[in-house]
């Protein structure tokens, strides 16, 4: 299925904002109930913007289903922010965030933003570049639920509670653009030079039989592979202040054979470092 055979389902409600985003997308936006329900579509309810994907598995014809979006407020964003490890984690270490140093990081593969929230949770402030227009509004969407649950409680308690003020802080220090990160690069980074540029491109390469999470299959599939990884590593080494950190799988080649000044390994994943200059601290 192509981007342009998705279509958005809106329940009533939110019939005006899907409509709008349904235009910008260039796709049909139908009201549920709907008689269709396509194996995959999106879903614009109270919970946000979904991407749905059903797929029928095995013999007996069972169907699994996926809900990819993004939430930052609570779920697994809530509990790596509160437990996942501070700047001991291999992502922090990776980019040079410590207590001492807060970098600016272009994030020019944001996807559902979830390393590039981490980070900013941790203190940098990130930029978030995402050029796939479904995978954007999907980043969107949960940029703006950040910022609601972030200015709801400020308005709405005496000052907000813990949890709150630190949302509203983090929401502070992210921004985004639906833009293609090697030519925000070239357009001259809107004046703002990233310390560190942290690139996670898709890895084509990718073991159809590895455990890849249903709802990562189904991203992949709206994504494709990004073969231009390799140029896009080029423009970031000439741009970044301090270093290009390049998220792998563990075991992977390096992205276009370019040989790290370091490495650093998690369970799944490798963070290669391109070292440009030595971190202040
Ligand atoms: C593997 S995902 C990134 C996941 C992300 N690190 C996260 O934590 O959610 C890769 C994303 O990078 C995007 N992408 C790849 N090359 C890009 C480029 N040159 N400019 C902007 N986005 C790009 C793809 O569209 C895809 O959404």
Redesign the pocket.
């Known amino acids: 299925m192509t981007e342009s055979e998705l279509v958005l389902l809106a329940c009533p409600e939110w019939r005006y904002p899907a409509q709008a985003l349904a235009k910008r997308l260039g796709i049909a936006c139908l009201q549920t109930p709907s008689d269709i329900f396509p194996p995959r579509y999106l879903l614009y309810d109270n919970a946000g913007l979904a991407l749905i994907e059903h797929r029928t598995i095995g013999r007996k014809g069972a169907v699994s289903s996926s809900r990819i979006s993004c939430d930052f407020v609570s779920g697994a964003a809530r509990h790596r922010r509160l437990y996942g490890g501070g700047t001991g984690q291999a992502l922090a270490r990776a980019v040079g965030l410590s207590s001492g140093f807060k970098p600016l990081v272009a994030?020019?593969?944001?996807?559902?933003?979830?390393?590039?929230f981490v980070l900013a949770s941790l203190g940098a402030r990130v930029i978030w570049?995402?050029?796939?227009p479904i995978?954007a509004a999907l980043l969107a969407d949960g940029l703006d639920r950040l910022r609601t649950a972030a200015a709801f409680d400020r308005q709405s308690r005496d000052g907000g509670d813990q949890h709150e003020h630190v949302l509203a802080e983090i929401v502070a220090r992210l921004s985004f653009y639906e833009?293609?990160?090697?030519a925000w690069l070239e357009d001259g980074c809107r004046r703002d030079t990233p310390d560190v540029i942290y690139l996670?491109?898709?890895f084509p390469g990718r073991d159809k039989s590895a455990a890849v999470k249903k709802e990562m299959a189904a991203f992949q599939e709206l994504?494709g592979g990004?073969d231009?990884?390799g140029k896009?590593l080029d423009a970031a080494l000439k741009v970044a202040r301090y270093r290009v950190v390049v998220?792998r799988p563990r075991g992977a080649l390096f992205l276009a054979e370019r040989k790290p000044t370091f490495t650093l390994e998690g369970k799944t994943t490798r963070f290669d470092v391109y070292s440009l200059a030595k971190i202040p601290r």
Do not use: I, S
């Not at 994030?107 to 979830?114: I, Q």
């Open positions: 994030d020019l593969t944001a996807g559902l933003g979830r390393d590039g570049l995402e050029r796939h995978v833009q293609d990160g090697r996670d491109p898709m994504v990004d231009d990884a896009l998220k």
